[in-house]
């Protein structure tokens, strides 16, 4: 039988390439739903093509014009954040990809995994906000929660078949992003145009700045911890420019396994949609003679401090991983927006850090009160803090 999938933020970049997946292996999968946000017009495209049984578009402004275009086709229309948050909870689905953005994906996580469908997780956010919640909602529902990051899917890989309790490290790679090697002092000048310029993947404008300023790591760190259950200091990142070991994991006896690849996300997203089988990718063979020299940095916390800062909210628990997160969102929106500088982000973020109230032991509705109180501190911080930012 095909596998059957929602794919939540299917107009994004993950989306798009889970339905090239799909596309290249219609005997193996059929897609039952469709989200997006604002791209109606994809959307709309998206749904034509594979006419899943639903599709919702989140800007409820935009519910007309995806209704009407779809009126002849036997696809059901909803619109709102709200509606996101409920498909995934109807029968016919057996896997929700959630390829959303930032803190939109915690909702339609949580309740996917407590109606019993299994995860494909591209939303990093959502174990960095509230991954106790997450992680013991799996476990409850016997819920296997796969990872499509690359770096958690190559972890993930690693650990098929070990002992948990064998493995001592697990070494994060990072591309450095475009910014590797420069000074803080370099950074100050760095333009939205040039931090949108990855030179090894193709991803979304948040993802992107999250990778410049090695957040995206940070939040990978936090991820790690509650997707294989290591503590933070069994967790390390070390930089890698070619970006062809995706992450390695080293046990207790010395022994050390990576996973390699070419940088291209359709692999994990295969993998992540097939498991536990291993299915033909059609891709280029990997060869080593393409990549004579693989090389290994240590991280420059003194530059790269959103590194840093993640490290430090994973230590104090509690909501500060949420607050974290809320406050890059915020912090990165802005420097897109012009409205801040580069090195600006993470001031933005250790000040909602320092100001945020702490809870130790939230509830979901804690943590939604301290995003959007981080959120607002954010906010509040740029519009007041503009002369000193500038």
């Known amino acids: 039988m095909k596998k059957r999938i929602a794919i939540l933020g299917s107009t994004g970049s993950i989306g ?22 604002d791209n109606c017009d994809l959307l709309i495209s998206q749904a034509m093509e594979f006419l899943p049984e639903a599709v919702v578009i989140g800007n409820e402004a935009c519910y007309p014009k995806v209704r009407e275009a779809l009126k002849e086709r036997a696809v059901q229309v909803h619109a709102g954040r709200e509606a996101i948050a409920e498909i995934v909870r109807i029968e016919g689905i057996d896997l929700v990809l959630t390829a959303l953005v930032g803190y939109s994906g915690l909702k339609p996580t949580l309740n996917a995994i407590n109606a019993g469908k299994q995860i494909a997780l591209a939303n990093k956010e959502t174990l960095v906000i509230a991954g106790d919640l997450v992680m013991a909602a799996a476990k409850r529902n016997n819920v296997r929660v796969i990872p499509v990051d690359s770096e958690h899917s190559a972890v993930f890989q690693c650990l098929a078949g070990e002992d948990p309790g064998s493995v001592e490290k697990i070494i994060l790679t990072a591309s450095g992003g475009p910014f590797f090697g420069k000074t803080r002092e370099e950074l100050s000048g760095i333009t939205r145009e040039e931090a949108l310029k990855h030179p090894n993947w193709k991803m979304g404008n948040k993802i992107t700045i999250d990778s410049a300023t090695m957040m995206n790591k940070g939040l ?29 994991v ?7 396994k990576a996973q390699l690849g070419r940088p291209d996300m359709k692999l994990p997203i295969l993998y992540a949609l097939a498991y536990p089988r291993r299915i033909a990718s059609g891709l280029k063979p990997f060869s080593f003679a393409d990549y004579p020299q693989l090389t290994f ?8 401090r959103n590194l840093s800062l993640a490290y430090e909210a994973l230590a104090r628990g509690g909501n500060m991983p949420c607050i974290l997160n809320a406050a890059n969102e915020i912090a990165v929106s802005a420097f897109l927006e012009n409205a801040i500088r580069f090195p600006d982000i993470p001031e933005v973020i250790e000040h909602c850090m320092g100001n945020t109230p702490f809870i130790k032991e939230p509830g979901y509705e804690d943590y939604v009160a301290s995003h959007c109180e981080a959120m607002t501190m954010a906010e509040n911080f740029i519009q007041n803090h503009k002369q000193i930012i500038h």
């Open 297 to 304: 940095h240590a991280p420059d916390p003194g530059v790269f």
């Open 220 to 248: 990978e760190v936090i991820e790690a911890c509650w997707l294989f259950d290591v503590k933070s200091d069994q967790v390390e990142v070390t930089i890698h420019p070619q970006s062809v070991i995706h992450s390695m």
């Open 250 to 256: 080293r046990f207790i006896d010395g022994s050390i």
């Open 16 to 37: 798009a390439q889970a339905l090239e997946v799909v596309r290249g292996h219609p005997d193996l999968f059929r897609v039952t739903v469709l989200t997006a946000n």
